[in-house]
Each structure stands twice: as C-alpha cells, then as structure tokens.
C-alpha cells in the first residue's frame, strides 16, 4: 500500500541548533514534494516544494533534499528559533494528478 | 489578496441535521480542494476542482457528502445527515497549478453533537 511516514514523536531541540525532520514514501513515484507548516488552529502555510529531478532546494534558513533512490526527503531549519515551533508536513504530487498527498506530520519544539 | 476564505469557523450542530461550508478561493487559482483533518487520519483529500469542474471526489467518505463549485470564486461542501463521526477541522485550499504550493484557509471546525 501506499504510504508516507513522518516520525510521529515531537523532535525538541535547543535554539540555534539545526532541526532536520524526515519523510520516507513508499509505492509512490512523485513528481514533486511539498513541505508545510502548521500552527495550532491554523492551516496548512507553504514552504517549499522540491521536484523530482533536483537533489536539493533552500529558502533562507530552510533546505529541502530529495532522493528518489532512497525514497526520502530530509527538511533542514538552521539556526532554529522558538518561533519554529509547529507541525511540519510533507506531502506528494504524483505526476498524472495534481491531487496533494499529505504525511502526518512532526512536532518540532525548539526551547529558548 | 485576503487569502483563501471559509465560512463558518465553528460550526455545532446536531446529527442528522445537514451541514453546508463554504469557501471563497484566491482570485485567479485554477484548482480548488477540500481536506479534511483529524487526529486520527491526518489531513486527508476529499475533492478537488479544475475549472470549477470536479476531477477526483475518490476521497469523499459516502453519498452523505456532495460538493459544488458553481463559478471560479465560491464553493460548498455539504453533509446530509451529519453524523458524530463527521466531526473535524474542514479545510479548503486553492492553488494555481503547476509546481506552486497551495493556500489553505483557517478551516471550519465542524462538532456534530
């Protein structure tokens, strides 16, 4: 079956440090992937969105990767702040759909 | 642009009763979507539009639900009866196509008591 694993415990981490969270897939040949953030009571806000023929996107302190070997894309915050605190999504765009698969999702807490 | 728009926020009401929500997507965004989240399954895709045409409503749970989008810049989404089971956060998005991201609303919390 088709599925997308994001680690369901919250990743806590010290301000200043790099949080990197993880999304695996299994039986799905993306044609991009998407990272979102979500704050409690609020949708879903864009980040990024990586495609399948590029290894690597940034956007100011945020760096996606993308192997479609390994089936996995690894989201990177650098020099994290509490105000990064949120649920960080992953989801799929296959390339014959334009419907937006998502993962559950990971609680980042970053202490001061 | 004030962004995707959905009405009501909060919605309670009793089950058997039917429930509409609505949403205003961003002017000029092709595709429209409708998820629904809870904690159990996540954000999960009930439909979406192209043009204001329906292209997958695989994801709709049963005949219970219906959508509709009668021109570019409003939608429905519907639940008659409503059931307990039903109650989650509504969310609509919409998004321009190709390669950009989508904009969510706030969402509707539905509670069908």
């Known amino acids: 079956s088709q599925k997308i694993e994001q680690n369901s415990e919250a990743l806590n981490i010290q301000e200043g440090k790099t949080a990197t969270l993880t999304c695996n897939y299994t039986?799905?040949?993306?044609?991009?992937l998407q990272w979102y953030r979500q704050d409690p009571g609020r949708g879903p806000v864009f980040l990024l969105l990586?495609?399948?023929?590029?290894k690597e996107k940034r956007k100011e302190r945020l760096k996606v990767t993308f192997d479609t070997t390994l089936k996995q894309s690894l989201f990177h915050i650098t020099a994290s702040q509490p105000a990064d605190s949120a649920t960080y999504l992953c989801a799929l765009t296959m390339d014959s759909s334009y419907k937006l698969i998502f993962g559950s999702g990971t609680r980042l807490l970053v202490r001061p | 642009d004030a962004g995707v728009i959905q009405s009501p926020r909060h919605e309670v009401t009793e089950m058997g009763q039917e429930v509409t929500l609505r949403c205003k997507p961003i002017s000029g965004h092709d595709y429209l979507f409708w998820y629904r989240q809870t904690m159990m399954r996540g954000l999960e895709l009930l439909i979406y539009f192209n043009n204001n045409v329906p292209i997958d409503d695989s994801g709709m749970p049963e005949d219970r639900f219906s959508a509709k989008m009668p021109n570019a810049s409003f939608s429905t989404l519907k639940i008659q009866p409503s059931e307990p089971r039903d109650s989650a956060v509504y969310f609509c998005?919409?998004?321009?196509?190709?390669?950009?991201?989508?904009?969510f609303g706030s969402g509707t919390r539905l509670t069908v008591v």
């Open positions: 998005a919409s998004s321009s196509g190709g390669s950009a991201g989508y904009t």
């Open positions: 990586i495609r399948e023929n590029e």
């Open positions: 039986n799905y040949s993306p044609a991009y």
